[in-house]
């Protein structure tokens, strides 16, 4: 049976011997981002089905059951970085995954 004015989250049910539980959310957490990054997620999120309460869910469960960020974290070593800083603007551009083997083969030599 369903009240209208209690919001649940169906996949928080679970059967617990011929009754069920229901978790209600109740508790906020608050984050501050920058407005492109917030649009920016919102837009992905969106593509999925999700919203971004959904998905920071989705992360807390993860980090309790793994007890762990559910993602490694890691600060890039210098070779990393120095790609990460390279102007790419001057960087080679392909049509076709054929010619660009071709020019990757041809300088192998």
């Not at 009240?3 to 501050?32: C, G, N, Q």
């Not at 919203?51 to 559910?70: E, G, I, K, N």
Request: with cysteine; hydrophobic share 50%; glycine share 2%.
């Amino acid at each position: 049976m369903r009240h209208a004015l209690l919001s649940v989250d169906e996949s928080l049910m679970y059967p617990a011997w011929d009754t069920f539980v229901v978790i209600v959310k109740t508790d906020f957490i608050r984050v501050r981002v920058e407005p492109e990054l917030k649009r920016q997620t919102e837009a992905v999120l969106g593509d999925l089905g999700m919203s971004v309460s959904d998905a920071v869910t989705v992360f807390c469960r993860q980090v309790v059951l793994q007890r762990a960020l559910p993602f490694v974290v890691r600060i890039p070593n210098a070779k990393t970085q120095a790609a990460l800083a390279e102007n790419l603007s001057q960087a080679k551009s392909y049509d076709t995954v054929e010619e660009m083997f071709a020019d990757i083969l041809a300088s192998d030599d």
